[in-house]
């Protein structure tokens, strides 16, 4: 203990006692601060941890899921602020890290800046406030050339207590992603450890613009996607506090989301800017898919976290968000409009915002298809079976409308074997250039699920990619026209007319997974390829060159690896089980991995032959799709992806259950207990009269 520490002068003198602690390795720092008197303070100096230089550490994880991630504090007293204290600092190249979790006793609160210092030092300042610290500038996390984020304080006389908790970490060890055959697992580690979480801005703001431009767009549907493959439960906690926090700020009466978050004006369609929340509608035109965002991004959510309570919070704002875009349906044809009526009007409706998509849009109508179904399934979970009922009756409807040919008023193109991007009100089609996020969305949605038409899109695609010898799908292969596009799209190819966004990379691993899975692994390779040239931390790359662009770095851009999770091992968690749903090639026999859901580690072991799936309570092999609930002495395995039939095990002496399942044929399911024990089972909707015999003989083995 270290007592009567003074600094500062009368009226703003502070005294302070630290409190160390040395336990298994950890050094434990407590400081108690003392005011004497209550003043204004303009900024808080200390504690500070000085690092010799940026390149010290690559970046820092933060413990609300984001990161600093060093080399973007690039000139001097560039500085970010954001409400968290817990930080660990990593060294790919020597396997170093230092972990330094800081904490603030209630009633304080704690914020941390990082700041390029001078001499090129990096350094980390951390506040410790009785309330928690504002942006000086506008709405700012990141300010350039200076170091003052936070803006001047209360003190209140009385004491403020803070802890650190400081150890050296394996990060290598600590942050492992398994073995992954014929995949970098190092890279997959700093893709999600880097670009991924850059996302993060500050509490309550996860998106995928991030900290440098403070920026986020709410009409995005793949933040939940990407904290399955981030797998941090600080990131997923933050995300449910942003969409609580666009629930309360973002969403108009009538149901109407907002659609971008930014730290100040410049950027909104006239009269829309909220100052105090940062909330509006982008210049560019009303941007419709920010309804299905926030609903896809709930349901997504929730089957990540599981948390009822949470998803009740939201179940009347996902129905009117729902509803609002339900209503825009003039024509009552079953395809749902967006409010420009027409190209000529030169505004946006998506999340492509500088092409003139009107009226009906099926890039937003395939993700209306998807969160459809998605909120139906949460309406049924919140035992609510005539809603659920309802919006399947819709999505079925609106699915037959869209897969019309355009001639009978869908946006299937017979000539051109793809789905058109819009109609305007005149009935004219727009967007016949092959675009990626359109056609990808339609089959990643499940609204075009027609093997044929799948292959003639896919076929046009892979040819054309091929023939480019591009890395990644580009965001139209022919250009829009003149007319279609604002004049920073032009000539072809240039920005969103032509270049290459790889945001879309997931829903495109997605598709090509029903189509060719080694070629969807390609691609997941080529991205890490990329990471691996320049940090895969761009806006966009050039159709031509191939080469990064664009002052935004885009979270998004990380989602086609993170479908590796999801559509190549087959790691798809639901609400109230872990499913397995392997798509696996014979370069990827032999992977394993851990992974890390609702606070247990699986450990998954993966071939084509046989998956296995285990924690400290069970084990599962077989060659099938499955989900499992386990906990203690107990396990529910459920045949493929649903709920209703399942094999419960229950062992009274709590040991581990090993399971085998050999086939499931309907409601026939064959299995062996290899450890022998007292087992109770029970059977829901399988027939025992299937599986009498391998009773028996479990019996006999006693």
């Known amino acids: 203990m270290i007592a009567g520490i003074r600094y500062g002068t009368a009226p703003s003198r502070i005294e302070e006692s ?78 170093d890290g230092l972990s330094i979790q800081g904490k603030a006793i209630a009633p304080a609160h704690m914020a941390t800046k990082f700041s390029h210092g001078k001499e090129g030092v990096f350094s980390a300042t951390q506040l410790f406030t009785e309330q928690a610290v504002k942006p000086r500038h506008q709405l700012s996390r990141m300010v350039h050339g200076r170091f003052d984020v936070f803006a001047p304080f209360q003190v209140n006389a009385g004491e403020l207590t803070a802890t650190y908790k400081i150890e050296y970490i394996r990060y290598a060890d600590t942050y492992s992603r398994g073995d992954l055959k014929s995949i970098s697992a190092e890279a997959v580690r700093e893709l999600m450890n880097t670009t991924a979480r850059y996302g993060v801005v500050d509490n309550e703001i996860v998106g995928a613009n991030g900290w440098l431009t403070n920026w986020k767009c709410l009409h995005e549907p793949f933040f939940a996607q990407l904290a399955l493959g981030i797998m941090d439960s600080n990131y997923t906690r933050n995300l449910a506090a942003t969409l609580n926090r666009e629930r309360d700020l973002a969403m108009l009466p009538d149901g109407r989301v907002l659609s971008r978050w930014h730290n100040e004006k410049g950027d909104e369609i006239p009269g829309t800017y909220n100052d105090s929340t940062g909330y509006y509608e982008a210049m560019w035109g009303y941007t419709i898919d920010s309804q299905t965002g926030y609903v896809l991004n709930v349901s997504e959510l929730f089957d990540l976290t599981g948390d009822l309570n949470w998803l009740k919070g939201h179940q009347q704002s996902c129905e009117k968000a729902l509803d609002w875009l339900l209503k825009r349906d003039e024509n009552n044809n079953k395809l749902y409009e967006m409010v420009n ?225 999801p559509e190549i091992y087959g790691v798809q968690p639901r609400w109230n089980r872990f499913v397995l749903n392997p798509k696996l090639v014979p370069e990827l026999n032999g992977t394993n991995f851990d992974y890390w859901l609702r606070g247990t580690w699986y450990k998954v072991q993966l071939d084509t032959a046989m998956y296995r799936l285990s924690t400290h309570d069970f084990s599962i092999r077989t060659n099938r799709s499955f989900g499992v609930a386990a906990k203690a002495g107990e396990l529910y395995f459920f045949p493929g992806d649903q709920d209703s039939s399942y094999l419960l095990l229950q062992r009274a002496d709590k040991q581990p259950i090993h399971l085998e399942v050999h086939s499931v044929n309907g409601s026939t399911i064959d299995f062996t207990l290899p450890e022998k024990g007292a087992y109770k089972m029970e059977f829901g909707n399988l027939k025992k009269d299937t599986i009498i015999g391998k009773l028996t003989r479990l019996k006999v083995e006693g």
């Not at 996020?437 to 040819?463: H, K, T, W, Y």
């Open 341 to 565: 009526r027409t190209t000529k009007e030169a505004k946006a409706s998506d999340w492509i915002d500088i092409v003139w998509a009107s009226y009906e849009n099926a890039f937003v109508n395939a993700q209306l298809y998807s969160a459809l179904l998605k909120w139906a399934n949460c309406e049924q979970v919140l035992n609510n079976p005539s809603m659920a009922a309802r919006y399947k009756q819709l999505a079925a409807d609106l699915k037959n409308a869209f897969n019309r040919s355009t001639k009978q008023g869908g946006f299937w193109l017979e000539e051109k074997q793809q789905y058109i991007y819009w109609r305007d009100a005149d009935g004219s089609i727009h967007g016949d250039n092959l675009v990626t996020p359109v056609n990808f969305m339609a089959i990643a949605s499940g609204i075009c699920d027609d093997p044929a038409r799948i292959g003639l899109i896919l076929d046009q695609i892979e040819r054309r990619t091929s023939a480019e010898q591009l890395f990644h799908w580009p965001l139209c292969f022919d250009s829009f026209e003149r007319t279609e596009v604002h004049a920073n799209n032009w000539p072809f190819p240039t920005y969103e007319n032509g270049d290459i966004f790889p945001s879309w990379g997931g829903i495109g691993i997605r598709s090509y997974v029903q189509y060719d899975r080694k070629l969807a692994l390609k691609y997941i390779k080529n991205l890490l390829q990329q990471y691996q040239l320049d940090g895969l931390s761009s806006q966009r790359y050039s159709r031509t060159t191939q080469k990064g662009l664009g002052s935004d770095i885009l979270a998004g851009i990380s989602t086609g690896v993170v479908a590796l999770y």
């Open 18 to 95: 630290w409190f160390f602690l040395i336990d298994s390795g950890a050094v434990t720092w407590t400081i108690n601060r003392t005011y004497h008197t209550s003043f204004i303070a303009e900024d808080a100096f200390m504690p500070q941890w000085n690092f010799a230089g940026l390149s010290t550490w690559k970046g820092g994880i933060l413990d609300n899921g984001g990161v600093i991630w060093c080399k973007y504090l690039a000139s001097a007293d560039d500085t970010y602020g954001v409400h968290t204290g817990g930080t660990t600092y990593w060294n790919e190249v020597t396997g």
